[in-house]
C-alpha cells in the first residue's frame, strides 16, 4: 500500500462545478494535513492546511479531514479555468518530513 | 517575510559532469531544509532533509549528495550526473503551517 494514495486523473470539471479530490494516507500518526497546487512546469503552492476533524473553509476551498477513516479530501467550488493544475495530497509524515501523493490533475473546462 | 532563492531556474548537462545546486532561505533563522526531486508525470521524492548546519539526512541511495555549510543555505551536489538524475528539482522549508518550495530547477541531463 502507498503511504498516500490519489487518483492520478485528469478530472474533468465544467466551468462553475465544484471539484471534489480525494486522498487516503497509511500512517495513523499523521496529525497535520496539507493541500499543494502545481501548475505545470511550476513549484507547488500550499493552498489549505487541515488538523482537526471536519470541515475547514477559505474561500472557494474546503477541506475535510476524517482521521479514522484516513481520509482528506479537497472541495473546489465554482471551479475556474484558472484552477487547472495538479493537486498534491501531503499528511506529514514522522519526524520533521511530509508525504507527498502523486497527485490529481483538475481540467476546468469553459 | 520569509522567502526562499533556488537557482539556476534550467540546467543542460552532460552525463559524467558535476553538479551544484543552492538554496538559500531569507526571514527566518535555523529553518528545516529539504530537497525533493520530481521525475516528468512523477510525485515529489523527498532526497536530502537538515534540522541544522552540517546535520543531513538522506532519503533515498544514490549518487547525489547534500550539504549544508551556513544555516539558512542547503546545497545539492553530484559529482557524476547521470541520465536518470534529469527531473525538477525543489528546496523548500517548513513552518508550521506546511512547506515553502524554491521555484525550482529543471536539470536536463544529456
Known amino acids: 500500500q502507498k503511504e498516500v494514495e490519489q487518483n492520478s486523473g485528469p478530472l474533468s470539471v465544467p466551468e462553475g462545478a465544484i471539484a471534489s479530490l480525494n486522498c487516503t494516507y497509511s500512517d495513523r500518526v499523521s496529525q497535520s494535513f496539507f493541500w499543494y497546487r502545481q501548475y505545470s512546469g511550476k513549484s507547488p503552492e500550499l493552498i489549505m492546511s487541515i488538523y482537526s476533524n471536519g470541515d475547514k473553509e477559505d474561500g472557494r476551498f474546503t477541506a475535510q479531514l476524517n482521521k479514522a477513516s484516513q481520509y482528506v479530501s479537497l472541495l473546489i467550488r465554482d471551479s475556474q479555468p484558472s484552477d487547472s493544475a495538479t493537486y498534491l495530497c501531503a499528511p506529514q509524515a514522522r519526524g520533521h518530513k511530509y508525504i507527498f501523493g502523486t497527485g490529481t490533475r483538475l481540467k476546468v473546462l469553459a | 517575510s520569509q522567502t526562499i532563492h533556488q537557482w539556476p531556474a534550467t540546467l543542460v548537462q552532460p552525463v559524467g559532469s558535476p553538479l551544484s545546486l543552492e538554496c538559500t532561505v531569507e526571514?527566518?533563522?535555523?529553518?528545516?531544509l529539504y530537497w525533493y526531486r520530481q521525475a516528468a508525470g512523477r510525485g515529489l521524492q523527498l532526497l536530502f532533509y537538515s534540522v541544522g548546519i552540517g546535520q543531513i539526512s538522506s532519503e533515498v541511495p544514490q549518487n547525489l549528495s547534500a550539504s549544508r555549510p551556513q544555516d539558512r543555505q542547503f546545497i545539492l551536489s553530484s559529482k557524476k550526473l547521470l541520465l536518470s538524475d534529469s527531473g525538477f528539482y525543489l528546496c523548500a522549508w517548513t513552518s508550521n503551517y506546511g512547506y515553502t518550495f524554491g521555484s525550482g530547477t529543471r536539470l536536463t541531463v544529456v
Open positions: 526571514g527566518t533563522s535555523n529553518p528545516n
